[in-house]
């Protein structure tokens, strides 16, 4: 009776283990499978951006397009200089990063470093909020109120500009720099702020001297991911800088960004298969461009400045 059950149990184990390897090896395949998925969307949007833009300099000149300060695609005459909507974009990208930079890096030192974990957890939480609104919010926002505000102060300014969206995306990208830099100097050993402090330093003098130092890849990552963030904004660039290329420097006249233009083809501007229809990929391909740029600075930036304790 006894030797029965022992082979049935043996029978038994022998049938849990055959399904346990099967689920071992299947898990690797699944997974696999799941991440391939970002990876053949990324491959695909990649070959229809390039497989449009081959077609778009099939009709346009590369040499018009990457030369010319000129962007009139609308009109009876077009003329295709990025360089216009590379300008709008830059303007806003860079009162944006002017706007954000210190208020979140102050954000982030004072969370760090000077707020109690009871106002750590309060805080934080509202401050990342900010991320979570709609950018079409933000971009009514600056038409209806950051606008007039600068308007009264300055009356020459424009309607559409690039200092009201420049602000709200700024403001926009704060919780992304506060955030991630929070994080990086979190993660700076205890050991070194005891350290400075033993050795007579101050609390500003050991955030400025030890912690920032140590976590300058990340604070430097989260500027440029940012950064990212800012050029690839599209709502409410569209929304409050108005739609007028514009290649100068004067950032109270009204522009168009490259992501601006984009909102404008896919709106239904465009026929299908006309040069302006092209044109939505070739921009599309550019800022795909200057966003992969980003990436990798900030992925140099953590690799080449990163401490490890």
């Not at 002017?98 to 000077?114: N, R, T």
């Amino acid at each position: 009776m006894m030797s029965d059950y022992n082979i049935r149990e043996m029978i038994d184990n022998k049938k849990g283990r055959r399904s346990t390897v099967f689920i071992e090896k299947a898990v690797p395949v699944i997974l696999l499978l799941i991440t391939s998925v970002s990876v053949l969307t990324t491959i695909g949007i990649l070959v229809t951006l390039m497989s449009e833009t081959v077609m778009f300099f099939t009709r346009v000149s590369p040499v018009e397009f990457l030369t010319s300060t000129e962007w009139s695609a609308f009109s009876s005459d077009p003329e295709w200089g990025i360089f216009a909507l590379i300008m709008g974009t830059m303007k806003i990208t860079v009162i944006a990063v002017a706007f954000a930079v210190p208020i979140g890096l102050g954000a982030a030192i004072y969370l760090s470093e000077y707020a109690s974990d009871r106002v750590r957890r309060t805080i934080k939480p509202i401050l990342e909020i900010l991320a979570g609104i709609p950018t079409v919010v933000y971009g009514f926002f600056a038409l209806t109120f950051v606008t007039p505000l600068i308007r009264g102060i300055w009356p020459e300014v424009n309607l559409f500009n690039a200092i009201s969206p420049g602000l709200v995306v700024g403001v926009m990208i704060i919780p992304m720099i506060a955030s991630l830099s929070e994080d990086a100097m979190s993660s700076v050993p205890n050991t070194m702020r005891e350290g400075a402090l033993g050795l007579g330093s101050t609390r500003l003098e050991m955030v400025f001297k030890v912690v920032l130092p140590a976590a300058v890849s990340g604070i430097m990552a989260s500027i440029v991911l940012a950064v990212s963030r800012a050029i690839g904004e599209t709502m409410i660039v569209s929304i409050a800088a108005g739609s007028t290329p514009n290649a100068s420097l004067n950032i109270m006249e009204s522009l168009q960004t490259m992501t601006g233009f984009i909102v404008q083809v896919a709106s239904g501007d465009a026929t299908y298969g006309s040069d302006v229809y092209f044109s939505l990929y070739a921009v599309g391909m550019t800022l795909f461009v200057f966003t992969l740029l980003m990436n990798v600075i900030a992925q140099w930036f953590s690799r080449k400045f990163r401490e490890e304790y």
